[in-house]
């Protein structure tokens, strides 16, 4: 291919600089090590999404500058590239990887900086013991389900570490990843909810649509200071009720409908924080009991209540409401 001038003269001679900066290394198709390494001397954010293939050379001779290292176009890497890779002293993004050998795990499992590796869709229980004693961030956020084994060997890891994907877990793997960001899942077995509701910080679920009584009831005893449920777009009065002793900030703001009943419970939660900002009309007698909570409440979509209701509600000053209703 036709390398731009800069690149050329950075292995002898003048440049644009002008040239240089507004250059895409997207563009790239094919690199040479002596070309590698000028790149990866010259610029601190090196995308070289274009690259299809990667050789042990290269991958070396990219390590060699202090750069935040995009291969994205990279559907296969070879243990040799990974260990060359590993050796990048800054964020390194793999995301075209579907799929990673269990030496090649262990290779990029010593890069010490933040590993991004979002597209790959499998993991063995082998790979996931490699990758779990990486010391930076660890975005794995492609997975959507992972097995007992290697939800134990990731929980282990000791960086950030992104499984939003995750889809569905086991009652087991819930316990291993309590501690981790569990927005994906879209079920939740009730001896998982009272496995979650033992862990100590915030608890993110927002990929839950629906929730049983049970699990409410066990969520509810939940001792971290939030519980995040945004994806949550009906529930029972039952669980509303149990929801509503949970002593933390409770975000409810998928529901668009609250009944009377469940407008009754919410208004004794006692956490400082009560999101329902779904809700885009309350009945009077909804309105009048939650205008009784201690505490914030957000309303900022509601756009329906009669003037009774408004008025209501604006006289408790930790209610948050739109303008127009203002009394």
Known sequence: MR????????????HSMAEELHYNTNDIKTLTTKQAKALAHRRKYLDL??????????AEALAQGKVRLSLNGLTTLSVEAAKGLARVKGWLFLEGLTTLSDEAAKALAQHECDLSLNGLTTLSDEAAKALSQHKGRLSLSGLTTLSDQAARALAEHKGGLDLSGLTTLSDEAVK??????????????????????QHKGDLHLNGLTTLSDQAAKALAEHKGDGLVLNGLTTLSDEATKALAQYKGNLYLSGLTTLSDQAAKALAEHTGDL???????????????????????LYF??????????????????????LDKFEQ
């Open 3 to 14: 390398f731009p001038k800069w690149l050329l003269a950075a292995m002898g001679g003048g």
């Open 176 to 197: 291993s990843l309590a501690h981790v960001c569990l927005d994906g899942l879209t079920t939740l077995s009730d001896q998982a909810a009272k496995t979650l509701s």
């Open 49 to 58: 999404n274009g690259l299809t293939t990667l050789s042990a050379e290269v």
């Open 274 to 296: 009560l999101a329902l900002q779904g809700l885009t009309a309350l009945s009077d007698e909804a309105a009048l009991a939650l205008s009784r909570r201690k505490g914030d």
């Open 300 to 321: 900022e979509d509601l756009t329906i209540l009669s003037d009774e209701a408004a008025k209501a509600l604006w006289a408790n000053p930790g209610i948050q409401l």
